[in-house]
């Protein structure tokens, strides 16, 4: 075993410990959709005196943090998005109607004068029998507040610091607006009149009808003299944490921000406990297909690359629990789907190690799997690296389940070609070391050449001798998706429309019909009424609000008894308008950032045919759906750049082969080259493609309703991106060689001379 070897495997075993150890000892961070609540998002709008930066967002949210806590929801997760837009995850609530009232109050503060202790049980004036305001102060004592003498539109700034001097520690200081220092000077000038440790000489500052600190005045500030207009500071025995809080509440009080819901979703924990089930059947079953198939075309090795894939699991799952990844439906979508990905570097190894071992017999094993490491290499890092960039592209330009679909394709990509280049590499290499396995060519599986590679090289198919028909195929398909798009049009979600869509079960069954016959009569008639998996009924609207909500479900209960809120997606109408131009920009920036990178590592022609291949996909998913009558969706524009993705994987792969023979004879016509180099790639094609297809066949069947969408459109993306990879981007690349390469005529030479038959470089000798 060599020293490159000895060095792969102690850091292959070295992170897979690592990983086995954070596998035990953490829990995953599970997003909504798969354990159940309510997420909302949620838009600071600009107020008259008050513009909505990012720091009145931070103050908003403090402000909320707060009255959530008062709800008891277990863990509530709260974070700022963008400038204005924060971000409300609500576990285990499945009726955000209490939640949404609390969160859309705009925030009240306010300074009251304190009248007394209240009595236990008194909650009226005994002289005029109204009501009176009683709150408990922060150690419990129920305070007799009077009527608000100053508002928190008052308060110009609160800042939270230590005074050493005077030995206050920690304290918070406030200052006020011009005309509300006066009544400050007033409101404390009458408390002031009061004695020392009476609660008369206290002053109540109350946000959301909650004292949140009722300072006594200072026994040296008289009677009617009052505190100074300018501002006042709040002393106590504050900690640092207290202190920042209190400046905080007071702030965001003093600068409220109305807030809008422009996003809400609920998923019922039945919904998320059978994703979960689902996906990890899928996930199971698909990975034991792709193992028992990879085995039975590549033998030892093929098992041995099986075990890199389980280590892959490994790896790629602890990289997300270490690193705190919230784990969505989507996200555990991308983490199955990659799991038919990490088989494609092995594949593309152990197909150039075949080809070395065909065209040198006699070479050793070992020194044909090194080569084929070697010149894989290149292929594996640029269609990798392509993978990468729609990643990026969905976490920075998606949104919500989307971004986590995003990060966990991305950690699967790095974690797969870590399995493939170092711990199947490892793997292999120590076998390749016995003797019995290099000995026993119907062992190893790489000595010998596939059944795929060896019909291929018995046909040997003239593909290429008249690129323009491929192309003419390649364009009807193209015109029969258009001519659906156009026909029976995109049904967009609720996502990019805006509006409402609410999934429930019944505990009796109710026919389409039957339910819109009863919602009709309860005044939804426009609500368009569909059947979900398992008898659910789906129900979309435009605008309803919670409330609007409820009285929809109590409609449905008449007639199917109990009824279940599964789902629910709540998206405002300026959202929608945004996510949908966010998504078109997504598929614009992902064409010219595949061009781009491309043509850096290719020739423009080679760049220019791949993104042609690539649009040729995307709008054969795209027509495939409008034919089928399937929504399009955030999860259908997950997987549309996961179909970019691999198409232009596809593509690269083909393309660095022609890059490679061709640098070998410059003199070979290019269509021979590129001939030749679709023939040597087409077992990886078909073996990777095999591989993946299985992952999302058994999402397809076992991931239910919620992932059905997503992995039919994945399916269609793999089959038409491996047709337009071989029959799309080499025709189209060699039809633009031929165009930008042909000699102009020679001057002074008639143009029939011009025009005799030569030689064209680019066909197998052709004459034009």
């Not at 002393?235 to 807030?259: Q, W, Y």
């Not at 030892?300 to 790896?315: H, M, P, Q, T």
């Not at 990289?319 to 594949?347: E, K, R, S, W």
Request: charged content about 20%.
């Amino acid at each position: 075993m060599t020293r490159a070897t000895t060095v792969r495997a102690v850091l292959a075993a070295a992170v897979l410990l690592v990983s086995v150890f954070i596998t035990l000892t953490m829990s995953p961070r599970l997003g909504l959709d798969l354990q159940g609540g309510t997420r909302m998002v949620l838009q600071a709008k600009d107020s008259a005196t008050v513009e909505a930066d990012r720091e009145t967002t931070d103050r908003t949210l403090e402000v909320l943090r707060q009255r959530i806590d008062s709800l008891g929801v277990a863990e509530p997760v709260l974070t700022r998005s963008a400038e204005d837009r924060i971000i409300v995850e609500l576990p285990d609530v499945q009726d955000p109607r209490q939640a949404a009232a609390v969160i859309g109050r705009t925030a009240q503060l306010s300074f009251h004068e304190v009248l007394g202790a209240a009595p236990p049980g008194t909650d009226t004036a005994p002289e005029t029998g109204e009501k009176r305001l009683i709150l408990p102060d922060e150690q419990g004592t129920r305070l007799d507040l009077g009527p608000v003498r100053l508002s928190g539109a008052g308060v110009k700034d609160a800042t939270a610091f230590f005074e050493a001097q005077q030995a206050a520690g920690w304290t918070v200081k406030l200052d006020f607006h011009k005309d509300a220092g006066k009544d400050w000077t007033k409101l404390t000038g009458e408390a002031a009149c009061h004695p020392s440790g009476d609660e008369r000489r206290r002053v109540a500052i109350v946000l959301d009808e909650k004292v949140i600190s009722s300072p006594q005045v200072d026994p040296s500030v008289g009677c009617q003299a009052g505190l100074p207009s300018g501002g006042t500071q709040i002393t106590g025995s504050f900690t640092a944490k207290e202190a920042r809080d209190l400046a905080l509440l007071i702030k965001g009080g003093a600068l409220p921000v109305p807030v809008e819901i422009v996003e809400q979703r609920t998923v019922g924990p039945t919904l998320g406990a059978a994703a979960i089930d689902a996906s990890a059947q899928a996930a199971l079953i698909g990975a034991a297909a792709t193992a028992l198939f990879i085995t039975i075309v590549y033998r030892l090795f093929g098992a041995l690359a099986a075990v890199a894939l389980a280590a892959y699991g490994v790896i790629s799952y602890a990289a997300l629990v270490g690193l705190g990844v919230t784990l969505t439906l989507p996200g555990l979508a991308g983490f199955v789907l990659a799991i038919g990905m990490a088989v494609d570097a092995n594949v593309l190894v152990f197909e150039r190690a075949r080809e070395e071992c065909q065209d040198r017999p006699t070479r050793s094993l070992r020194s044909a799997l090194t080569t084929g490491f070697q010149k894989a290499f290149s292929a594996v890092a640029d269609s990798n690296i392509t993978t990468l960039l729609a990643a990026g592209l969905l976490f920075f330009l998606g949104s919500g389940p989307v971004k986590g679909f995003g990060v966990t394709l991305a950690i699967g990509v790095i974690a797969s070609m870590f399995s493939a280049l170092v711990i199947a590499r490892a793997l292999t290499e120590i076998a390749a070391g016995s003797r019995f396995v290099s000995d026993y060519r119907g062992v190893n599986g790489i000595a010998r050449p596939g059944s795929v590679r060896t019909w291929l090289t018995r046909k040997d198919p003239q593909l290429f001798r008249k690129p323009v028909q491929w192309l003419v195929i390649s364009t009807a398909l193209v015109a029969v998706a258009v001519a659906g798009i156009v026909v029976r049009g995109v049904d967009l979600g609720v996502e990019f429309t805006g509006g409402r869509l609410v999934e429930y079960s019944t505990s009796r069954p109710v026919d389409v019909e039957t339910a819109r016959s009863t919602l009709s009569d309860a005044g939804f008639g426009d609500a368009e009424i569909t059947t979900a998996g398992d008898g659910d009924i789906s129900v979309r609207t435009g605008k309803l609000d919670n409330d609007g909500e409820h009285a929809l479900r109590t409609a449905l209960a008449t007639e199917g008894g109990e009824t279940t809120k599964v789902r629910d997606e709540l998206i405002g109408p300026s959202l929608g308008d945004e996510l949908r131009r966010n998504a078109l920009i997504a598929l614009g920036v992902a064409v010219l950032v595949q061009l781009a990178y491309l043509a850096f590592r290719f020739r423009w022609t080679f760049a220019v045919g791949s993104v042609i291949a690539m649009v040729h996909d995307v709008i054969i998913v795209v027509g495939a759906f409008a034919w089928l009558g399937r929504p399009v969706d955030g999860i259908f524009l997950a997987a549309l750049l996961t179909v970019i993705g691999y198409s232009v994987n596809d593509s690269v792969v083909v393309f660095d082969r022609v890059r490679e023979l061709w640098a070998g004879n410059r003199k070979t016509p290019l269509a021979t080259i590129a001939r030749r180099a679709v023939l040597q790639t087409v077992p990886r094609t078909v073996n990777t493609g095999m591989g993946a297809l299985f992952i999302l066949v058994a999402l397809a069947v076992l991931g239910g309703d919620s992932l059905a969408d997503f992995a039919l459109a994945l399916l269609i993306g793999i089959v038409v991106g491996t047709w337009s990879s071989v029959f799309t981007a080499v025709p189209g690349a060699l039809v633009l060689e031929r165009t930008t390469t042909a000699p102009p005529p020679v001057p002074g030479k008639s143009s029939r001379r011009a025009r005799a038959p030569r030689r064209d470089p680019l066909d197998n000798g052709a004459r034009v």
